[in-house]
């Protein structure tokens, strides 16, 4: 688990202005307010267990985008786009860091262990546009989009307001996130030779809809109800809505 905080000023002041972007700020301890003595045991336990798994979640978005920076550098993308991914970059790490908080706000992580290192995309041969192309479409546009889908429904089944007001904060910058990966696949395909690109568009085209179909089903699969949906452990039977392109 990575630490949270420094003894360092230069450094504090870095992840100060990290936070201060999120669109809706969680660093004023709500936490503080969280009413657990209306929750079972169980139901903090698997809670605590839903929220140490999107810490690791966030932080392999950290992992994946940062590798798609490096292409976009490599490919000599526009600064526009170079500057979304490196704020997505920061959105990822800021979700790390709150998730890992509401952790703590369920009683801290002395019973838990989670070990963040040895994550990594790996290298191909590809030419950078087409490997930006590839992490683009499928992370940036069909995972974030499946993950836009859950949390509103997470958002709907929380019965905390804490824990509720962390869902619409990792849900607004998800949905940037989304849009931003839409952009960018359109201006890859735009900028770039097609000849740089068709292994990778040929790939895509072949198993994007079934990378959504299966999204789909991991997410149906999981919503089973249980111990502590309203501190957001699991969603329930009938939570999740119509999901686009599952059919």
Known sequence: MIGLATDDPILA??????????????EDGPGARLDLD??????????????????????????IYTELLS???????????????????????????????????????????LDL??????????????????????????????????????????GEPSIRRAFESLLRDEVRHAAAGRSLVALIERSYPESELATVKARL???LPDER???????????VGGPGRELGAKLGPGDLEEWPGAG
Do not use: N
């Open 13 to 26: 002041r870095f992840a100060r202005d990290l936070d201060a972007q999120a669109s809706i700020g969680v």
């Open 38 to 63: 209306r929750f079972t045991a169980e139901d903090i336990e698997h809670a605590q267990l839903a929220w140490s798994h999107r810490v690791m979640g966030e932080y392999r978005g950290v992992v």
């Open 71 to 113: 292409a976009l550098v490599e490919a000599e993308a526009p600064y526009p786009a170079l500057a979304a991914v490196h704020r997505i970059i920061g959105d990822e790490l800021r979700h790390t860091r709150l998730c890992a908080e509401v952790v703590g706000w369920l009683g801290g992580w002395e019973s838990l262990h």
């Open 117 to 158: 290192g040895g994550q990594r995309m790996p290298r191909t041969d590809e030419p950078p546009a087409a490997r930006a192309l590839e992490i683009a479409a499928r992370e940036l546009v069909v995972v974030e989009e499946a993950s836009v889908i859950t949390l509103r429904a997470y958002v709907r089944a929380a």
């Open 205 to 207: 085209r072949a198993r």
């Open 213 to 223: 179909r299966h999204l789909h089903e991991q997410a149906l699969a999981r919503a």
